[in-house]
């Protein structure tokens, strides 16, 4: 068994070779059991700038890597809030598992105001690998979970029209779209932060594309919905996200449209799978994507360590 060696974060290279780890660890499980490359790339470029800088200088305390001599990387750890953990683990090397827990457990756990210590991690309801490993740790698991379903591109898509007056085209870069984008998330998800700054600099990860950036226009010229795609022909996979309707324009099948906008181009690039997650709490989200053909599901859930 070839000696790992752990190291931090190390600057710019390191963001293109934890896109192509996940990649290869993507095909070699067979499933997204550690993170979609879009995620990643969520993490480092959906900023505004003063977050995208300050984001980036965290990088090195935050996201651990362990490589062979060679610096193929064998696993790595990134929190993608505080407290909450995804351990990225290539299948050859799950003995190290118990070392990557230990180090998330020794720099990434939260300090209450009365000490008490506190950490998240997440794993798939079947990697008993990993559930029998936390286990014995101390975390227990909790009913919060995400559930990842894959739908075969080989299945049809349905025909989703949209009422007159609005229309399904590619998300632009212009300042308005990007202004009417944020606009649209913030309304969605209610929030306040999302920005066209922020969205801007989404558009420059190198997985963004925009015949893939599925937008549907109001008949007013505001953004309405939105379905995001990132394809990877090479590994024949897509990851759906985000998905969202502004709610003054809920209830009109628009976001379905734009999944099967989203689809049929997906399709047409030769892709064998569209993935796409969802919280277990968004019962209107998990309706939708089985809808759209999105049947198989595994659960990730979420498991906490207090001490």
Excluded at 13 to 36: K, P, R, S
Excluded at 167 to 195: I, P, Q, T, W
Aim: with cysteine; hydrophobic share 40%.
């Amino acid at each position: 068994m070839a000696t790992l060696y752990d190291r931090p974060f190390a600057g710019e290279a390191d963001i293109e070779a934890i896109t192509q780890f996940l990649l290869e660890t993507y095909v070699l499980h067979g499933w997204l059991l550690n993170w979609d490359p879009r995620r990643w790339h969520g993490q480092v470029y959906h900023n505004n700038n003063a977050d995208f800088a300050a984001y980036r200088a965290r990088l090195p305390e935050e996201v651990h890597i362990w490589q062979t001599a060679e610096g193929a990387i064998r696993g790595v750890v990134i929190p993608e809030r505080p407290g909450s953990v995804f351990v990225q683990i290539h299948p050859a090397a799950r003995h190290i598992e118990a070392a990557m827990l230990a180090w998330s457990e020794a720099h990434l756990a939260q300090v209450d105001a009365d000490g008490t210590r506190w950490i998240g991690v997440w794993a798939d309801e079947p990697d008993t690998h990993r559930n029998d490993l936390l286990g014995a740790r101390g975390y227990i698991r909790s009913e919060a979970h995400d559930t990842m379903r894959r739908r075969p591109m080989s299945d049809p898509v349905p025909d989703l029209p949209v009422p007159q007056g609005y229309r399904v085209r590619s998300m632009g870069r212009a300042a308005a779209d990007r202004e009417s984008y944020a606009a649209m998330l913030n309304a969605a998800f209610g929030r306040s932060f999302h920005s066209a700054e922020e969205y801007g600099n989404f558009q420059t990860s190198p997985l963004y594309r925009e015949a893939l950036d599925i937008v549907v226009e109001a008949p007013d010229g505001s953004l309405a919905a939105t379905a995001g795609f990132t394809a990877h022909e090479r590994e024949s996979f897509a990851l759906l996200e985000p998905v969202c309707t502004h709610p003054e324009h809920q209830g009109r099948g628009l976001a379905g449209a734009a999944i099967a906008e989203g689809l049929r181009r997906v399709q047409a690039l030769g892709i064998g799978s569209a993935f796409v997650g969802a919280w277990h709490a968004n019962p209107v989200s998990n309706h939708l994507y089985q809808k759209m053909g999105f049947r198989d599901g595994v659960r990730q859930y979420l498991w906490r360590r207090i001490w």
